[in-house]
């Protein structure tokens, strides 16, 4: 497992290849961050018929994008390969022109942050669900982050607060709670793009509305898979694949 301060994303097993030293010194919290891809393809094995095949997108720093598809499309999946968690049968990732196999597939995974479907809560204080397990915590950072995911007030109400025990499946928890606690998780990362698939899905609709603004109001690259209408309004391109 992916250490959940340093190298979490989507909170997944991972079995990832040895890799050269990069050849790229990353900058941490660097703002912003461009996202490109050159003819990209993936299938899941050699037997199978291509998910997608020769795709090419390109994102500006600090704009919404929004990817959607009919069910089946590959949607999660195309962005499990922009998230550098799966690697593609050929084509290439680029972040402000440089391919994340150039800067390291560990550092690339500093340089962002994922909320997926398929995320989960540890055992362990929601304020170290949020920040991880940090020896130094920005405690007005985290915060912000919790507000602008629309849950510090429901964890303020809580007899511990931030202090608050949870386990892995986050019970006393509703879905939308686990989803906005995910959110703030990513948020203090303070990525340079912001992944989120499906991210709002268990959210009631002014929940929803409050974090989409909030997040379209921070300085971050943000690429999403979303169905309802209220959240493809908050980005600033739709994609259909």
């Keep these: 497992i992916m250490s959940l301060h340093n190298e979490r994303i989507a909170d997944i097993a991972l079995h990832e290849k040895e890799e050269k030293k990069p050849e790229i010194e990353i900058v941490a919290h660097m703002g912003p961050i461009s996202l490109e891809t050159n003819g990209l393809s993936y299938r899941y094995d050699s037997q199978s018929a291509p998910i997608f095949s020769a795709l090419s997108l390109s994102v500006a720093p600090g704009e919404s994008v929004a990817i959607t598809g009919a069910s089946g499309a590959g ?3 195309l ?3 922009l998230c550098g968690l799966f690697e593609p049968d050929s084509g290439r990732v680029l972040i402000n022109g440089i391919d994340i196999r150039q800067i390291g597939i560990n550092n690339y995974h500093r ?4 909320v997926m479907q398929d995320d989960r809560l540890f055992s362990g204080s929601i304020r170290e669900n949020i920040c991880g397990f940090a020896e130094e915590m920005d405690e007005e950072w985290m915060v912000e982050c919790a507000r602008a995911s629309h849950i510090h007030d429901v964890i303020m109400n809580m007899p511990m607060g931030y202090e608050t025990l949870i386990g892995e499946l986050g019970e006393g928890l509703s879905g939308g709670q686990k989803q906005r ?3 703030a998780r990513a948020l203090y990362r303070k990525p340079g793009i912001l992944f989120m698939d499906e991210a709002t899905s268990a959210l009631d609709s002014e929940s ?3 974090v989409n603004v909030a997040i379209k109001n921070m300085n971050i690259t943000r690429v999403i898979i979303a169905h309802r209408e209220t959240t493809l309004r908050t980005v600033d391109r739709v994609i259909s694949i």
């Design 75 to 77: 949607k999660t999946t």
């Design 79 to 81: 962005m499990k390969v």
């Design 208 to 210: 929803e509305h409050f």
């Design 111 to 114: 340089m962002i942050a994922c």
């Design 181 to 183: 606690i995910f959110i």
